[in-house]
């Protein structure tokens, strides 16, 4: 499982953070922080990840990786 955060500029705005698990995205963030944050959820790591929906769709994705 390969978790990777690229920065990415959406068209006439301002630049995002998406995070990709094997090379498939599963959120964008606005900061690095989160990306980060969201990024070590993913991997099992402790992190600050507050937003319960946010939660839930990643360990859908935990659960199939």
Known sequence: MEV???RVKK???AWNN???VD??????AKSA???GQIAAYIQGL???VNDL???RELKKIMAVI
């Open 23 to 28: 090379g498939v995205p599963v959120a964008i």
């Open 53 to 55: 929906w946010l939660k």
């Open 11 to 13: 068209y006439n705005a």
């Open 18 to 20: 998406v995070v990709s």
């Open 33 to 35: 922080h989160r990306a």
């Open 4 to 6: 990777t955060v690229t």
């Open 46 to 48: 402790p992190a600050e």
